[in-house]
């Protein structure tokens, strides 16, 4: 009984795990992790440092947000170009490199005592430059790493090491910076882009399986073109678009919620966000069972969900139900982001994969600039719990909406006869006329 147990234990976890057989893939989530860990501490004491110096204003926060998120509104989808264009891994080296560069110019200032409001800002821009081409380059690439049959688990996996140092980054930045101070928490993040530079030089080319690449010039216009061409990608676009604009603003709302509701010190603002990943964690590890593109039906269910969550969160009554209920939404968030991406990139003509997940990026994250200045402005006249409730109730109509939409595309499809098959053509035999 218990060998039995043993064998299906590892048979559960070969499967889990089946991508990172893939020696590429492993260079690219081992650099990963250590990277996005130096991130998520880096954005603990970028929110942190902006509060202390703008005086705990959420206007000055959704600031900072916008200016990072602006250049992917604007420039993704050339981003997406590029990425159907040139090498991914050239690409993503020089991405990177430039990102360390520029954690490294904000860590020296800390350092020095200069750091002012305004260098903040043009760094944050800095870097929403440089992620316009990275995040479209880095989705696309996954695929070249692992094939279509490994993509769902390979991407799971992703959210899953995104989500392993979302745990580990908050909690080691609030412990950081309440005793060393922002400026050494800047330098190790600057240092982490080192990570996925090693483990991206050291890949094989010839071991990855490049998407075939146009005859012509890979055109945004074409790209566009091939999404309206889709009503299954379009409403899923629409989805998240409506979701990211107003219930993704997690970056905005959680340290407004520790240091004005709750009234936490840094420590207690990564136990915070610790919960929220840990949430997140587990879902990306449940979403890496998944084989095939999910259902729309499926999708939609999980924006419902993320929705009352959300909602839920803004209404939590202390500190200990807030870490609780984040836990969930955390879980909810991750699950329908996964969902939605799988949908969407699974479905995708891996010609046009770059510039399609390029339109995700700025349908995701480009609305981004828009939602943290509403929500900036919300939370500081209204209280930082009116930021998520509101999230909450759109993204639960917004979810509704667009299963209604979706319930009509079907029925209509149901309605629509299949065009019956061309009679065949007697055969005549020539040679007896």
């Known amino acids: 009984m218990t060998g039995?147990?043993?064998?299906?234990?590892?048979k559960n976890f070969a499967h889990t795990f089946r991508s990172l057989s893939v020696r590429n893939f492993r260079l690219f989530a081992a650099g990963q992790v250590v990277s996005v860990a130096g991130t998520w501490m880096m954005v603990i004491a970028q929110d942190w440092l902006v509060l202390d110096l703008a005086d705990n204003s959420g206007t000055a926060l959704g600031l900072v947000t916008a200016l990072q998120f602006t250049p992917l509104m604007l420039f993704t989808l050339y981003g997406g170009r590029l990425a159907d264009r040139y090498d991914k891994r050239l690409l993503l080296t020089i991405a990177n490199i430039c990102s360390g560069a520029l954690a490294l110019v904000l860590a020296l200032l800390a350092f020095l005592g200069l750091v002012e409001l305004w260098h903040i800002w043009l760094c944050a821009f800095g870097l929403g430059l440089v992620n316009s081409v990275e995040v479209p380059t880095r989705m696309a690439f996954v695929s070249e790493l692992v094939g279509s049959e490994l993509l769902p688990n390979a991407s799971a996996l992703s959210a899953a090491y995104f989500n392993v140092a979302r745990v580990i980054g908050p909690a080691l930045a609030g412990l950081l910076i309440t005793a060393f101070g922002t400026g050494w928490v800047m330098l190790i993040n600057a240092l982490s882009?080192?990570?996925?530079?090693?483990?991206?030089r050291r890949m094989r080319p010839e071991e990855m399986q490049r998407a075939p690449r146009s005859a012509g010039a890979a055109r945004v216009l074409d790209g566009l073109r091939y999404i309206g061409g889709r009503p299954d990608l379009t409403l899923m676009?629409?989805?998240?678009?409506?979701?990211?604009?107003?219930?993704?603003?997690?970056?905005?709302?959680?340290?407004?919620?520790?240091?004005?509701?709750?009234?936490?010190?840094?420590?207690?603002?990564?136990?915070?966000?610790?919960?929220?990943?840990?949430?997140?964690?587990?879902?990306?590890?449940?979403?890496?069972?998944?084989r095939g593109r999910p259902s729309s039906r499926l999708v939609i269910v999980s924006a419902l969900g993320f929705g009352a969550l959300e909602t839920a969160t803004g209404w939590?009554?202390?500190?200990?139900?807030?870490?609780?209920?984040?836990?969930?939404?955390?879980?909810?968030?991750?699950?329908?982001?996964?969902?939605?991406?799988?949908?969407?990139?699974?479905?995708?003509?891996?010609?046009?994969?770059?510039?399609?997940?390029a339109l995700y990026t700025l349908i995701l994250q480009g609305t981004t600039p828009l939602g943290a200045l509403l929500i900036g402005w919300l939370t500081e006249h209204h209280g930082a719990r009116s930021g998520l409730v509101l999230g909450g109730l759109v993204s639960l109509a917004a979810a509704?909406?667009?299963?209604?939409?979706?319930h009509r595309i079907r029925s209509r499809r149901a309605r629509t006869p299949v065009p019956a098959a061309p009679a065949p053509i007697p055969y005549r035999d020539s040679s007896r006329t």
């Open 193 to 200: 882009y080192a990570g996925t530079v090693i483990g991206l």
């Open 4 to 10: 039995t147990l043993a064998r299906t234990l590892r």
């Open 237 to 290: 676009i629409a989805l998240i678009g409506l979701i990211g604009l107003f219930g993704l603003n997690f970056q905005l709302t959680l340290p407004l919620l520790a240091k004005t509701v709750f009234h936490a010190d840094a420590a207690a603002f990564g136990l915070l966000t610790t919960g929220f990943a840990a949430g997140s964690l587990l879902a990306a590890f449940l979403t890496t069972a998944r």
């Open 316 to 357: 939590a009554p202390n500190f200990t139900t807030a870490v609780a209920v984040l836990f969930c939404t955390g879980f909810a968030t991750i699950f329908f982001a996964q969902a939605a991406n799988h949908r969407i990139q699974l479905g995708s003509d891996p010609q046009f994969r770059g510039r399609v997940l």
């Open 400 to 406: 509704l909406a667009v299963g209604a939409f979706d």
